[in-house]
């Protein structure tokens, strides 16, 4: 006879917590409630895992939650675990409680612990765009690392529900939880960042085709390049060549035509010729010239920060 699975609430129906709803109800777990502020979004949910409760405040979670996952933005996860902390329907200590952040760990339940529950963590090493239907985003938890902390007990629990998403866990040390987040940060919006600079420079060339169908290739290369042989292997271009030439005219032409990228490119130009310092690549001269060059263009040029979005 198959065991039965853990009833689930979820509280916070945004991307991670509809998508998580989806594939946990596809997996066989039974969600009892789901609940947000915004009653449509928390609705719309609950008809793709057919539940029957749905709530706007966190007072409405089932009472017969085994697990309750709180996929809140990280600035309110502490007053819902306070909150949910004086609901006395609910029986904590048959209960394992888990929020979603990726840079807070555990302690933030710390009022749900104090009342008897299992806490955790559980962040999944992936990104959920908006633009997205939450139907499609549930397939991607499959093969993905989700960084876990919390009680050994608790860790042992999120293991199993993370190995039933076809995923895998790693375990972040509690006190290093941000720099981890910022990681994830670099890996996924950073790259964005960069990403976004290509297209804005090439929508100067007037391409008759799209940018990415002429840079795709390249970026697929280097990333490619980079997984295979290492960042010291994989990094190319001006700057671990030592051309100075061309950095000057990178920079002029920067300077005329998208002076908003200028930091950017200047605080990336910094990071590669210290990649290329230590591989080996760059010698302490050409090091150091590079670096006086970025510094000097940005005291003397018209570099701009521009804040504002374009309308």
Not at 40 to 60: W, Y
């Amino acid at each position: 006879m198959a065991t039965k699975l853990p009833k689930v609430s979820i509280i916070g129906a945004g991307n991670v917590g509809a998508a998580l709803s989806i594939a946990l109800h596809d997996k066989g777990y039974k969600i009892v409630s789901i609940i947000d502020v915004n009653g449509g979004k928390a609705l719309s949910v609950s008809k793709k895992v057919n539940c029957d409760k749905v709530g706007i405040l966190v007072t409405d979670v089932a009472a017969l939650s085994d697990i309750i996952f709180i996929t809140v933005n990280d600035s309110h996860i502490a007053e819902v675990a306070t909150d949910l902390s004086k609901i006395k329907k609910l029986y904590f200590k048959k209960m394992l409680i888990i929020h979603c952040s990726g840079v807070h760990t555990a302690d933030l339940l710390e009022p749900l612990r104090k009342k008897g529950a299992l806490t955790g963590a559980m962040h999944p090493i992936q990104t959920f765009p908006s633009s997205q239907n939450p139907a499609k985003l549930k397939s991607k938890f499959r093969g993905i690392h989700f960084g876990i902390d919390g009680s050994e007990e608790a860790i042992k629990r999120i293991d199993q529900i993370i190995r039933m998403l076809e995923a895998k866990s790693i375990v972040i040390p509690k006190d290093l939880k941000p720099l981890y987040h910022v990681a994830s940060v670099f890996a996924s919006n950073y790259e964005i960042i960069f990403l976004n600079a290509v297209s804005e420079l090439t929508s100067q060339l007037r391409l008759p085709i799209s940018w990415m169908e002429v840079f795709g290739p390249l970026i697929t290369a280097s990333m490619e390049n980079m997984i295979k042989d290492g960042v010291g292997k994989a990094l190319t271009g001006p700057i671990v060549r030592a051309d100075m030439d061309t950095l000057d005219l990178h920079l002029k032409i920067l300077d005329k035509h998208s002076p908003h990228l200028l930091p950017l490119y200047t605080v990336g130009g910094i990071e590669a010729a210290r990649i290329g310092k230590m591989n080996g690549c760059l010698t302490d001269e050409d090091f150091n010239e590079i670096i006086l060059k970025f510094r000097k263009f940005i005291q003397s040029s018209s570099i701009k920060i521009i804040t504002k979005g374009k309308k």
